[in-house]
């Protein structure tokens, strides 16, 4: 299985960029793992939020295969202690799905479309976190759950 992080927009801040990779890097040591970044829509100042979401909808359905497992993070998703999205990650793994998608939506989050598509909701925490943020650390909770499967020292009880 490949594991891929699909966000839209980038990093701006060279540091989370810095932080960001280097999880992304330990990544690649367990698993085939893939960080794709979507631009950003242009102009949509013009645009409402549902028309906003409907465009970011046509972009990241386009880079879905139809065998895929899509897992959104979305802030009504079930949230998971890090042993638990190890367990959660680790049955995952061994589906026959080829591979599995974890997305960040835009500022408005997901469209209906995309909703629908989703095989799963992951909610990192009942705080809201900026978009740069979730994504370190979602690749850095990722990298725990692949060190609590290995049982190596990263993680502690």
């Given at each position: ?60 359905l386009k880079m879905f295969e ?92």
């Amino acid at each position: 299985m490949k594991i891929a992080f699909l966000t839209i927009g980038k990093t701006i801040n060279k540091h989370l960029v810095e932080l960001q990779n280097d999880y992304q890097d330990r990544l690649k040591h367990y698993i085939p793992f893939d960080y794709i970044s979507i631009p950003e829509l242009k102009n949509n100042k013009n645009l409402t939020e549902t028309e906003q979401k409907e465009k970011e909808a046509d972009l990241l359905l386009k880079m879905f295969e139809p065998t895929d497992e899509i897992i959104l993070l979305d802030e009504n998703g079930k949230q998971y202690s890090s042993v638990d999205f190890s367990e959660f990650v680790s049955k995952k793994i061994m589906g026959n799905q080829k591979r599995m998608v974890f997305v960040v939506g835009g500022p408005y989050g997901f469209s209906q479309r995309v909703y629908s598509r989703a095989n799963g909701l992951i909610s990192l925490s009942k705080m809201t976190f900026s978009h740069q943020m979730v994504r370190i650390i979602f690749a850095e909770q990722l990298y725990r759950a692949f060190t609590i499967m290995r049982g190596e020292p990263y993680h502690h009880q």
